[in-house]
């Protein structure tokens, strides 16, 4: 059934609807356009453990569970659209999402699974870069703690293009690595120092509009290269403002969400609407 192979958003959507399929939009564009957005879908990697063996890589964003495991869930998903996504698009997401589905929840399925989301180029990340640790939870996160916008802007990353269950844990920066080890975490951009949240970006292999040039953004006061990004000023004037207003750092950087939200999507506009200008 066609609303059953349907995926969130269109080109021009934010709002996480269910939409057609549009031969000029292909399925996997439509979910790959919201990733990083708060609109973006719940999505759920349901496939086999030798299948993920043979192609150790998530969607972003994407949440390992088995495909029976996942109708568990439904009481929390109420309300929301979740994206089942399986090898191929065939028997496990359809099935799962079918569970969901008797449950109210409007599950829908990625057309062409992981491969054709492989095929068509778009993003993924290596498992190798994620926590280890069970499925039924978020992942964990260990960060110095502490206010530095490289390090906040990380834990947005994780949030919107990883994991936005993460559970970040904020400790003293020589205890990182010995906390990762015993929690079955992950250290935040280890050695990553002024350019974190690029050294962050290499490690997950996210290759998605605006980001590198977000990077360039955030680096611009220590590289000094705030000719070349002068909102750079403006940006660390008012991420200062809000460290001074939340110096707890769960509370700030819960706080800087919604700035990095705004900023990410303004310079992934103007990003996407530069190639789109060039002949």
Known sequence: ?????????????????????????????????????????PVFDVRIDDDVADDPAVIPTARRLGHRALEHLAES?????????CQKGKKLSQ????????????????????????QRGLPRIPLSALPVGPRDRGGVWVSAHGPAIDRDICVWLIRRFVDPQAQMLFVESDQVEMVAERF?????APNGGSRAF????????????????????????????????????GLMAVWHGLSMRHPDDIERVEAAMALFDALYLWIRDIEVADRGSRP
């Open 95 to 118: 099935g799962a999402a079918a569970l969901l589905r008797t449950h109210g929840v409007p599950a829908v399925i990625l057309e062409g699974g992981t491969l054709g989301w492989t």
């Open 184 to 188: 079955d975490a992950a250290p935040l």
């Open 1 to 41: 059934m066609r609303e059953h192979t349907a995926v969130v958003g269109d080109q021009g959507s934010e709002q996480g609807q269910v939409v057609e399929h549009d031969a000029d939009q292909p399925e996997p564009e439509n979910l790959n356009r919201l990733l990083g957005t708060a609109k973006a879908p």
């Open 77 to 85: 998903l109420a309300g929301q659209s979740p994206v089942v996504v």
């Open 198 to 233: 690029r050294s962050m970006l290499d490690a997950l292999e996210l290759e998605i509009d605006g980001l590198r040039r977000l990077a360039d953004l955030i680096e611009a006061p220590v590289t000094g290269r705030c000719d070349l990004f002068p909102e750079a000023r």
